[in-house]
């Protein structure tokens, strides 16, 4: 995924641009950046963040940059933001986002004239580097952002920071958030919406989709007006987003809570505690114990003070051990107890197995694993919510090819309906598979009425395969 934040203020910016950044780190943890435009023109630094946090890498930049104009970012694979200069002057370019036909895109980039790209390491190009590219086709900037919300498939929310102001454009159908702060002398666009309380800023305004704004110290002025079309990531409230967030007006926690105790609704587990997989299982098992009146308790932990982000490295081998490694038992909350788990989703199905597994090892009778959200059947195409090279590493995917064979995909449809004997005979196998005493998925519908919005402006591809 990916996190970003901006700042133009009549004062210096590097504070807020430093903390409203940071405040994204567990959207990303590959690379940090930030770039500040002042008196001494343009100035910018990226980091590593793989074995340490944004902040620490940041604190001595944070002490010698300057600057009345910035944008920062936390991005889970490419380096940025970038300085580009062009016939539009010079600018600094961050994205949130993924371009599902990047190779079109190049060929057509080529094939218009002579060009190159800058290869990163295994042989990609930077997305934010290709994002520039295709502005610099048109004669103006605000022309190149609509360009570019056209050409790219998949979603892309873009921030160009010029000496004059910083351009921001939201995505084409708004799949992920910007919200607009203000206080005197300044204003802020981010990622997440509590990004920029502590910091003094008030809530100003979210931009729709495909809305263009440019932002200055003294007002935030919109330069196209956003869309009538909206398909929000419904996984920006199950599991990406921060407890503390909204997004279209809608609490992440109080989703999660109504969340849970819907899925309480259609259960009758004999479990004697609920509790929730750390960090964001823990809202939708609170929502289940409170409509159950199962208690809730906390059998084992996340150790944070050395493993602060909730993201994990791109190698699925270390993500297991570390996910493994994170969490600490409480014996006296597990031994002799019969367990209901509550977690955010299953993709893979690997971390979970090995979570059930650690729970019998200290000493649960029982493990009846719940899931915040419906079988993840299809891979995401809008946004890097998985690194996946193929649908076959979905859990559910692969025990459907084999239910099915080759004719899986003629069944799809009936996979995603919890009525079918199809979708129970795939959830049975799955938690058999994984050595669950029972599994049971929220329900799409439920899902949807828990966050409360039009469902029409909701996305939920990797469910029901539906654009």
């Avoid at 950044?21 to 690379?31: F, I, Q």
């Avoid at 590593?48 to 944004?54: A, D, G």
């Avoid at 600094?92 to 079109?104: F, L, Y």
């Avoid at 004719?407 to 005979?425: C, F, I, M, V, W």
């Amino acid at each position: 995924m990916g996190g970003f934040f901006a700042v133009a203020s009549k004062e210096d910016c590097v504070f807020d641009l430093f903390f409203g950044t940071d405040y994204h780190s567990h959207l990303g943890t590959r690379r940090g950046g930030m770039a500040v435009h002042g008196k001494n023109g343009f100035d910018r630094s990226i980091h590593n963040i793989e074995n340490s946090p944004f902040r620490t890498k940041f604190e001595k930049d944070v002490n010698e940059m300057t600057g009345n104009l910035g944008i920062g970012c936390i991005s889970d694979y490419e380096p940025q933001p970038l300085l580009v200069r062009s016939h539009h002057g010079t600018y600094a370019i961050a994205t949130v986002g993924k371009i599902s036909n990047m190779e079109e895109i190049v060929a057509k980039i080529f094939k218009a004239g002579n060009t190159h790209f800058l290869e990163m390491s295994g042989g990609d190009i930077n997305a934010t580097e290709l994002v520039a590219s295709i502005i610099n086709q048109k004669e103006n900037l605000i022309e190149g952002l609509q360009y570019a919300q056209e050409m790219i498939e998949g979603s892309m929310t873009m921030l160009c920071m010029t000496p004059k102001g910083i351009f921001i454009a939201r995505d084409r159908l708004g799949r992920t958030p910007v919200a607009i702060g203000q206080k005197e002398g300044a204003f802020c666009a981010s990622f997440e919406s509590f990004s920029y309380l502590n910091l003094g800023y008030q809530e100003y305004k979210e931009l729709g989709p495909g809305e263009i704004v440019v932002m200055s110290p003294e007002a935030v002025t919109t330069l196209v007006q956003p869309g009538k079309d909206m398909k929000i990531c419904t996984f920006l409230w199950v599991y990406y987003g921060y407890p503390s967030s909204s997004y279209e007006g809608v609490s992440v926690e109080e989703m999660r809570y109504k969340c849970g105790e819907l899925l309480a609704g259609r259960d009758n587990a004999d479990a004697e505690t609920v509790a929730g997989v750390p960090d964001s299982g823990i809202a939708h098992a609170v929502g289940y114990a409170n409509a159950s009146g199962i208690p809730f308790s906390r059998p084992f932990i996340k150790y944070t003070p050395t493993w602060p982000r909730s993201f994990m490295p791109t190698i699925q081998s270390q993500r297991n051990l570390i996910a493994k490694m994170k969490l600490i038992p409480i014996h006296e909350l597990i031994k002799n107890k019969n367990l209901l788990l509550i977690d955010d989703s299953i993709v893979r199905g690997t971390q979970l197995r090995e979570t059930t597994e650690f729970l019998y090892q200290s000493g649960a009778r029982k493990v009846h694993i719940r899931t915040a959200c419906p079988p993840i059947i299809y891979g995401c195409k809008y946004l890097n919510f998985s690194r996946s090279t193929s649908e076959m590493d979905l859990i559910a995917r692969r025990v459907i090819k084999r239910l099915e064979g080759n004719d899986s995909d003629k069944y799809l449809n009936e996979y995603t309906d919890p009525q079918t004997d199809r979708y129970q005979e795939m959830t049975t196998t799955i938690g058999r598979e994984l050595n669950f005493s029972s599994l049971l998925y929220h329900r799409l519908d439920d899902m949807i009425e828990s966050v409360g919005i039009d469902p029409c402006k909701l996305c939920t591809y990797c469910w029901n395969g539906q654009e």
